[in-house]
C-alpha cells in the first residue's frame, strides 16, 4: 500500500508546485507591466519621485515594488460650473451659469500641482467665477440681456482668455468656457419684468403719439388741398356761371332787340308759364288785365 501511495503524493506536491509557480509569475507580471490606454497618461514615480510620462499606449514595464502609476485623462474634459450670482457695471444681479471644456496640457505640472480631478475642477470653478464677475461687471445688465450672439461669443471668448492666462501654472488649458444662460435672481425677476413692460409700454405710446402726429399732419394737408381745389373748383364755377349769366343776357338782349320779337318771346313765356300752371286740377285767380288773360280771351293786341 506504501508503494502506491508514493507516486500520488509526488504528483500531488508538483502539481502544488506547478500552481504556486505560475501564481508567483502571475505575480510579478502584474507587478512589473502596465498598460496605456490611447486616451489617458501614464504618470510613473519611484518612491514618490516623478520617472517619466508614458503617452504610447500599449503594455509597459515598471520596476516591481518601486515603480508606482497613476493615470490621467489624455482626453477633453467638460465641467459643469454651479450657477453663480455676478454684479453689472450699473450694479444689478445676474445669475450666470456656465461650463468649461479643459484639458491636461502638462502632465508632470499638473500631478505636481494638483494632482487630483476634482480638486482642479474647484480650481476652475473660481478662475472661471473670477473671470465672469470682472467681464460682466464693466457691462450694464440691459446690455448683456439684449446682447445678439456675436456680443456673446465675445464675451465667452474673452472669458476662455482670462481663465487660460490663470490656469497655465497648473498645466491646463480650456479649450472654451461658454455662458449657457444668464438669468434674473428670483426675489427681483418680477420686479424686472413688470419695469420692462412699463419701458416697452412707453415706446409704445411714443410711437402711438408720433404715429398720431404724423397722421394729423397728412389730415391737415390733406384738407389744405381739399380747401385749395375746393376754392378753384368754386372760382371756376362762379366765371361759368357769370358766363352763363352773360350769353343769357345776351340771349334777352337780342330776344328783345325789336318790338317784333319782344312781343314773340313773351308770347311764347307766357304760353309756357301757362302750359306748367295748368297741370293737375286747380283753380287760378288772375286779374283781367294780366297777359295771360288777355291771350286766352283773344283780346290780345
Known sequence: MQETNEPKKKNSFGAILKLFILILVL???????????????????????????QDTAGIHFKVPMLDKVETIPRYRMMYDIPPSEVLTGDKKTLVVDNFAVWRIDDPPKFMKTVSRISEMENRIDAVVYSAVKNTLGTMNQADIINSDKGSIDYVNVKITEIVNAQLKNYGVSTIAVEIKRLDLPSDNESAVYNRMVSERTQMAESYRADGNLEASKVVNETDKEVGILLSKAEATAEELKGEGEGEYMKIIADAYSTEDRASYYEFIRSLEALKATMKGDKTIFLPADSYIVRVL???LE
Not at 37 to 51: D, G, L
Open 27 to 53: 505575480v510579478a507580471v502584474t507587478n512589473t507591466a502596465y498598460i496605456v490606454r490611447e486616451n489617458e497618461y501614464a504618470y510613473v514615480t519611484r518612491f514618490s519621485k516623478f520617472v517619466k510620462i
Open 297 to 299: 280771351n283773344g283780346s
